[in-house]
T-cell receptor, first 110, second 117 residues
């Protein structure tokens, strides 16, 4: 059973605009959430994380928002750059194992 | 380079053969994880170690799979009698343990792509 869902398989955004990637989860025990970026033939690269005690975490162009009541988180990338084009995975954990969504493929066009 | 490394990067084998993969974690990380990723899916947890102790195994890890971390440093993942369904990317990750209730992120290696013919 998929406990972490990314319902948009792909997203296309113009360079300079905001990219918003969404993620929903079903397990209320999850208390730490992460976003990873993945290029073809490489392992996932950690981007940003958020603890369940917070509702926002920011790191440069990347901001993650957490809405615990809705069991929803989102990743905002502002401004988007062509180098951001990759597959983005949302992950959640309540201990050791990361539970991943299926990913959203982001394409940033010039 | 002080990141997580995996060897080999690619492995092609015939059904029924045994294969072994190696992972070298970031040196100060005492937690090591194995995941499997198939096409169109996110990585799925297989097992993890804290130092040399294997603390958890997913139900995905059938009896044909075995993982070791003998000295608490590098780890190996062996698949016996490979099946076509074992074809996937096998990812290794490492992390520091949680401190004061605060998690530490897992850092992934480049993966080993297994193709079973």
């Amino acid at each position: 059973d998929q406990q972490v869902k990314q319902n948009s398989p792909s997203l296309s955004v113009q360079e300079g605009r905001i990219s918003i990637l969404n993620c929903d989860y079903t397990n209320s025990m999850f208390d730490y959430f992460l976003w990873y970026k993945k290029y073809p033939a490489e392992g996932p690269t950690f981007l940003i994380s958020i603890s369940s005690i917070k509702d926002k975490n920011e790191d440069g162009r990347f901001t993650v928002f957490l809405n615990k009541s809705a069991k929803h988180l989102s990743l905002h990338i502002v401004p988007s750059q062509p180098g951001d084009s990759a597959v983005y995975f949302c992950a959640a954990t309540s201990g050791y194992a990361l539970n991943f969504g299926k990913g959203t493929s982001l394409l940033v066009t010039p | 380079d002080t990141g997580v490394s995996q060897d080999p990067r690619h492995k092609i084998t015939k059904r029924g053969q045994n294969v072994t993969f190696r992972c070298d974690p970031i040196s100060e990380h005492n937690r090591l994880y194995w995941y499997r990723q198939t096409l169109g899916q996110g990585p799925e947890f297989l097992t993890y170690f804290q130092n040399e102790a294997q603390l958890e195994k997913s139900r995905l890890l059938s009896d044909r799979f075995s993982a070791e971390r003998p000295k608490g440093s590098f780890s190996t993942l062996e698949i016996q009698r490979t099946e076509q369904g074992d074809s996937a990317m096998y990812l290794c990750a490492s992390s520091l343990p949680p401190v004061g209730g605060l998690y530490n992120e897992q850092f992934f290696g480049p993966g080993t792509r297994l193709t079973v013919l």
